[in-house]
């Protein structure tokens, strides 16, 4: 039996977009349907409402910590107007989370935007810093009492959907080869993952640092952000290309840590890398359901690698893997947690654990689907919806009603590898079933949902930017 240091956090991670449903104003909401292949996020998991009961079902759990987004297009849906009610129901998560003795850890840009800022001429646009760092500077003001900040999410992956996004435009030449032919060709190119190029993520560097004193000098928060961990291995003789690859992915952020007072380090697999470059994951009956390997081992890596070159404290602000099989996820959670032990055991300063489920981050209408259903509403009125205890079945927090068609039976989820009178320790996982929850829409609450909305409109106001 392992034992993790003392104090150490114990959480789930979710993002905005993906759980909280209706987020009408992002520029995620105004691309899923034109984008192949991806789902309406709709009502997602509803966590927008319902993010009380999220939170209580990872303290009865056991856990001690929850990883959570401020929503960007919420806070700020034109530009320069700034919702107070929206600062007020973040506020009321962030209180919520103190009252059930979780620890907040906030994310303020989990890839989506307010719809306007790529109008605007998005990160790549002459004036994309001042815009980001008005709204990081009002979100200060909800922040008191949070210990965690992370400023972006995985800017590696925001630099390489930039550069996807400049492919499909036809924008870079180098791009085009003589046998390209069409926007069809152009897309399939584009969708092989490009490793991003420092000038894309130089934008996404710059503005964590323009806002990461910011935050410190108004709340005292410990400010950091999320590298994702690409777990970079080399085959023989590709040192050098390896170390090349890994610099664009990695290190070119990890870089731009220092000076930071913790690094978010997110793994879900590994691959490795020969002369050409990053070699796909072949394919095998053991891959996730969006095709990466199963690489519990990957966390262990990706801890060393972000390690190694900073010195930082590091959270686990992401982990898991892509899986309906709630047995599959048992062992794929107690793998990595024996490798990120042996990174403890080794010397790094690892402060928490914070999973969240599989590696499809780039889909987020797509990943709502695997997180949580629209709610379906039975003749009385009420919801009648599967709710488990288990954050590690990241975001099963809201699942298809047991009754609907596409589904039968409750939901299946793991208990997590430590209990409430053990923390710390890895415990031996046992399956567990889902609770049912019913959230009645009665004529009394549907007023109060009308009346909520009345007067988020009415406390808008414009502020001008400064």
């Known amino acids: 039996m392992s034992t993790f240091p003392e104090g150490f956090l114990w959480g789930a991670s979710t993002s905005p977009h993906q759980t909280e449903g209706n987020n009408l104003n992002s520029d995620w909401w105004a691309r899923e349907t034109l984008m192949p292949g991806m789902q309406p996020s709709s009502d997602a998991c509803d966590s927008y409402h319902r993010y009380g009961e999220d939170m209580r079902l990872l303290a009865d759990s056991g856990l001690n910590a929850y990883r959570f987004g401020i929503e960007w297009a919420r806070i700020e849906p ?24 979780l620890a907040p850890v906030v994310t303020l840009h989990h890839f989506s935007n307010p719809r306007w800022f ?106 950091g952000w ?17 170390r090349e690859v890994r610099y664009a992915w990695e290190y070119l952020y990890l870089e731009a840590s220092r000076g930071d007072d913790f690094v978010g380090v997110q793994s879900y697999s590994s691959q490795s890398v020969d002369a050409d470059g990053v ?46 099989d709630g047995d599959r996820r048992i062992a794929y959670t107690g793998e990595a947690l024996q490798h990120l032990h042996a990174t403890i055991d080794d010397g790094a300063d690892v402060r928490g654990y914070l999973p969240g489920e599989d590696g499809g981050h780039g889909a987020h209408g797509s990943r709502a689907r695997r997180m949580g259903q629209p709610l379906p ?20 927090a809201g699942t298809r009603c047991p009754k609907s068609p596409r589904t039968s039976g409750s939901s299946r989820c793991c208990a997590p590898p430590w209990d409430s009178t053990n923390r710390g320790k890895i415990m031996s996982p046992t399956p567990t079933r889902s609770r049912g929850h019913r959230l009645c829409l009665t004529e009394p609450n549907r007023r109060h949902l009308a009346s909520e909305a009345s007067s988020k409109r009415s406390t808008m106001h414009h502020r001008p930017r400064t």
């Not at 320069?80 to 003795?101: C, D, N, P, V």
């Not at 965690?148 to 630099?159: D, L, Y």
């Not at 894309?200 to 640092?209: D, L, T, V």
């Open 118 to 223: 790529p109008e605007e001429g998005g990160w790549t646009g002459t004036s994309a810093l001042d815009p980001f760092v008005s709204y990081v500077t009002t979100t200060t003001t909800i922040l008191d009492g949070v210990e965690w900040v992370v400023t972006m999410n995985e800017p590696n992956m925001m630099a390489m959907m930039v550069l996807q996004d400049a492919a499909r435009s036809g924008q870079l030449a180098q791009w085009q080869s003589p046998t390209v032919d069409g926007l069809a060709e152009r897309d399939r190119i584009a969708a092989a993952l490009p490793v991003p190029s420092p000038e894309y993520g130089s934008h996404f560097i710059n503005a964590h640092h323009a806002v990461r004193d910011i935050i410190r000098d108004r709340t005292g928060a410990k400010v």
């Open 377 to 396: 509403r039975g003749q009385s009125g009420c919801v009648q919806v599967s709710r488990t205890r288990c954050p590690l079945a990241a975001g099963h």
């Open 279 to 324: 070699i796909p994951h072949p394919p095998h009956p053991d891959n996730s359901r969006v095709g990466t390997a199963y690489r519990p081992d990957a966390l262990g890596v990706a801890v060393r690698h972000a390690w190694e070159p900073t010195g930082l404290p590091i959270l686990v602000t992401e982990n898991g893997i892509a899986t309906g």
């Open 226 to 242: 999320s590298v994702a961990g690409q777990a970079l291995t080399a085959t023989p003789g590709s040192e050098a290309k390896t």
């Open 78 to 101: 034109r530009p320069g107007q700034i919702s107070h009610a929206e600062l007020a129901h973040y506020r009321g998560m962030i209180e919520t989370a103190f009252s059930l003795g």
